[in-house]
Nanobody
């Protein structure tokens, strides 16, 4: 199983970026993020068919997770803030028991860095 994340970069406060994660197979998927010196935390998740989505309170209303029919998951990030600066990891799971928990996921991408300047 391969996960290829892309789309990170530098953006000013208030700007937008879209992350992509291409998977070799179809899974339930999620985005986690890890800020410098901090633990990896949940950002958003989407079910296998895309019928249900989940967003952390810190990104809800600004970020949107979605997926297409070609096993690619997206994270649209709007109104970016400096505290969104982190390495963003996509994760895939066969049947995550707890979508918010990183231990529920079986596969991880390499991470893509998002830097938001004030």
């Amino acid at each position: 199983v391969q996960l290829q994340a892309s789309g990170g970069g530098w953006m000013q406060t208030g700007g937008s970026l879209r992350l992509s994660c291409a998977a070799s197979e179809r899974f339930a998927m999620a985005w986690f993020r890890q800020a410098p010196g901090k633990e990896r935390v949940f950002a958003a998740a989407i079910t296998w068919r895309g019928g249900n989505t989940y967003h952390s309170s810190s990104v809800r209303g600004r970020f949107t997770i979605s997926r297409d029919n070609a096993n690619t998951v997206y994270l649209q990030m709007n109104n970016l803030k400096p505290e969104d600066t982190a390495v963003y990891y996509c994760a895939a799971g066969l049947a995550p028991s707890d979508v918010y928990n990183s231990h529920s996921y079986d596969y991880w991408g390499q991470g893509t860095l998002v830097t938001v300047s004030s």
